[in-house]
């Protein structure tokens, strides 16, 4: 068993506190992903479970025991970098089992262990080549391997694909999914990026100035977000909010979407301001004359149409299709209320 359990965990840079107690459960063979925005933490947290950082409160465990005070190399866990930091002399084949090396191990074990990280990772055709007849995809994968071949309990990935153009990070992407299937490992995957947390994840967790917003299965997030922070986060093009004020009991005045919204959500008082967060693909261009379109993006199969209503507040709009209204058109907005959420003041979600 090698599930991750962090308890109240908190983080200090001398008196900088970053990580203000995170308390967290990771499942055993769960692919766990950690995004948000630059600086909110998630590298420092990693890097904390990996124990590069000491942990200035809480504790941490990993599967049974408590690792908060135990040295990196005996957590049973591995990590990989956003740098692959391979050596230039040594061949695919050493780069991987170096480690292995360094602690002593037979070298029969080792190429065993070599021949079967290379086989997961289809680099078999590439061991005795050096780091620089290798592609960046190749790289990466190298240094996967390299965290492969030490059989880690959990595999902590801290933006592993940031340095690849996008078209290998799809790859990758499906790579490291097929990885974590075949080998059932738990992991630790740290992104900025909320695609590659909705593709890979079993749980996302939402991080935000070194507090956690939201935990939840990736869709669960989308559709039922607890707050604006991960409504706006996840989703892409993010969600458009408007202010609206509560005229009664389920129902709330939006200028910015040309009238009032009815809704099941619990609102507060009459008066109170309340935001309303609609998606882009539930919006609908009608006929009417409440928003001027500023731009459009056709990208072929789908077409974002940005216009601002009278209240100068902005919204984007997801079409299918090519649809590429004239700058300065007045266009009508249409929505299901259904579709509309809600959000107090303070920005938690109205339910
Ligand atoms: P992320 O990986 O989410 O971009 P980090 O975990 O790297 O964020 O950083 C979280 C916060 O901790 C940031 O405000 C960062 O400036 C701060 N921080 C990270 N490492 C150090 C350090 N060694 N000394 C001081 N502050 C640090
Ligand atoms: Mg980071």
Same mark, same amino acid.
């Given at each position: 068993?090698?599930?991750?359990?962090?308890?109240? @965990?908190?983080?200090?840079?001398?008196?900088?506190?970053?990580?203000?107690?995170?308390?967290?459960?990771?499942?055993?063979?769960?692919?766990?992903?950690?995004?948000?925005?630059?600086?909110?933490?998630?590298?420092?947290?990693?890097?904390?479970?990996?124990?590069?950082?000491?942990?200035?409160?809480?504790?941490?465990?990993? #599967?049974?025991?408590?690792?908060?005070?135990?040295?990196?190399?005996?957590?049973?866990?591995?990590?990989?970098?956003?740098?692959?930091?391979?050596?230039?002399?040594?061949?695919?084949?050493?780069?991987?089992?170096?480690?292995?090396?360094?602690?002593?191990?037979?070298?029969?074990?080792?190429?065993?262990?070599?021949?079967?990280?290379?086989?997961?990772?289809?680099?078999?055709?590439?061991?005795?080549?050096?780091?620089?007849?290798?592609?960046?995809?190749?790289?990466?994968?190298?240094?996967?391997?390299?965290?492969?071949?030490? #059989?880690?309990?959990?595999?902590?990935?801290?933006?592993?694909?940031?340095?690849?153009?996008?078209?290998?990070?799809?790859?990758?992407?499906?790579?490291?999914?097929?990885?974590?299937?075949?080998?059932?490992?738990?992991?630790?995957?740290?992104?900025?990026?909320?695609?590659?947390?909705?593709?890979?994840?079993?749980?996302?967790?939402?991080?935000?100035?070194?507090?956690?917003?939201?935990? #939840?299965?990736?869709?669960?997030?989308?559709?039922?977000?607890?707050?604006?922070? @991960?409504?706006?986060?996840?989703?892409?093009?993010?969600?458009?909010?408007?202010?609206?004020?509560?005229?009664?009991?389920?129902?709330?005045?939006?200028?910015?979407?040309?009238?009032?919204?009815?809704?099941?959500?619990?609102?507060?008082?009459?008066?109170?301001? @309340?935001?309303?967060?609609?998606?882009?693909?539930?919006?609908?261009?009608?006929?009417?004359?409440?928003?001027?379109?500023?731009?459009?993006?056709?990208?072929?199969?789908?077409?974002?149409?940005?216009?601002?209503?009278?209240?100068?507040?902005?919204?984007?709009?997801?079409?299918?299709?090519?649809?590429?209204?004239?700058?300065?058109?007045?266009?009508?907005?249409?929505?299901?209320?259904?579709?509309?959420?809600?959000?107090?003041?303070?920005?938690?979600?109205?339910?």
């Amino acid at each position: 068993m090698s599930g991750v359990v962090l308890q109240k @965990v908190v983080k200090r840079f001398g008196e900088a506190e970053v990580i203000h107690g995170v308390d967290l459960t990771i499942e055993d063979g769960e692919f766990c992903v950690f995004v948000g925005p630059s600086g909110c933490g998630k590298s420092t947290l990693l890097r904390m479970v990996a124990g590069l950082e000491d942990t200035s409160g809480g504790s941490i465990r990993i #599967g049974a025991r408590d690792v908060t005070q135990v040295d990196p190399s005996e957590r049973g866990v591995a990590m990989v970098f956003q740098t692959y930091a391979l050596y230039p002399h040594m061949t695919v084949a050493e780069n991987m089992g170096f480690g292995l090396k360094m602690t002593g191990h037979p070298a029969q074990e080792i190429s065993r262990k070599v021949a079967e990280a290379a086989r997961i990772l289809k680099l078999g055709d590439l061991l005795s080549r050096k780091p620089k007849a290798l592609s960046g995809g190749q790289r990466q994968r190298v240094a996967i391997g390299r965290a492969i071949v030490r #059989g880690p309990e959990v595999f902590l990935f801290d933006e592993p694909l940031s340095n690849l153009d996008a078209e290998l990070r799809v790859e990758m992407r499906v790579e490291i999914a097929r990885l974590h299937r075949e080998i059932g490992a738990t992991m630790i995957y740290v992104t900025h990026d909320q695609v590659e947390a909705m593709t890979l994840a079993d749980k996302i967790v939402v991080l935000r100035k070194g507090r956690v917003e939201q935990v #939840g299965k990736p869709l669960e997030l989308y559709h039922d977000p607890d707050n604006r922070f @991960v409504a706006g986060f996840i989703g892409s093009p993010a969600m458009n909010f408007v202010a609206a004020t509560v005229v009664s009991a389920g129902l709330a005045e939006a200028p910015g979407l040309g009238g009032t919204v009815p809704t099941a959500a619990h609102l507060p008082a009459a008066g109170s301001k @309340v935001e309303v967060g609609l998606r882009p693909q539930h919006l609908r261009i009608t006929g009417g004359e409440t928003h001027r379109v500023e731009m459009t993006e056709a990208l072929g199969g789908v077409s974002f149409i940005h216009v601002s209503a009278a209240t100068g507040e902005k919204l984007v709009i997801e079409a299918k299709g090519d649809v590429t209204p004239a700058i300065g058109t007045m266009v009508g907005l249409a929505y299901e209320a259904g579709d509309a959420l809600f959000f107090a003041a303070d920005g938690q979600r109205l339910r």
